[in-house]
Nanobody, 124 residues
């Protein structure tokens, strides 16, 4: 089994930066997709970013391109999300996700393991 634990959320002002971290335990995830999703109140969970394996090509939702960066470090069973120039519309609970299936995707159904979520609140 895989456990994911996020950290790094908080309350910031528009234009600020935050770095989210997600530590995985249980099984190595380096060869498999890990990503980030978010869910705002009253909305469905939406894709933010994913990387199919450590160091592989990253993919982002259009609204965060150029502002967010997903990263994974060789030898670490973890994934990070650097968020710059945050906007009020980025406010949501952010979830780390992982799967041990090799086909990467941007739907929540493409992932099997989820963290508990970390709140990010951006004030204007």
């Amino acid at each position: 089994q895989v456990q994911l634990v996020e950290s790094g959320g908080g309350v910031v002002q528009a234009g600020d930066s935050l770095r989210l971290s997600c530590a995985a335990s249980g099984r190595t995830l380096s060869p498999y997709p890990m990503g980030w999703f978010r869910q705002a109140p009253g909305k469905e969970r939406e894709f933010v970013a994913t990387q199919p394996w450590t160091g592989g090509p990253s993919e982002y939702r259009d609204s965060v391109k150029g502002r967010f960066t997903i990263s994974r470090v060789s030898g670490e069973n973890a994934v990070y999300l650097q968020m710059n120039d945050l906007k009020p519309e980025d406010t949501a609970v952010y979830y780390c996700a992982a799967t041990r299936r090799t086909n990467r995707g941007t739907s929540p159904t493409d992932y099997d393991y989820w963290g508990q979520g970390t709140q990010v609140t951006v004030s204007s």
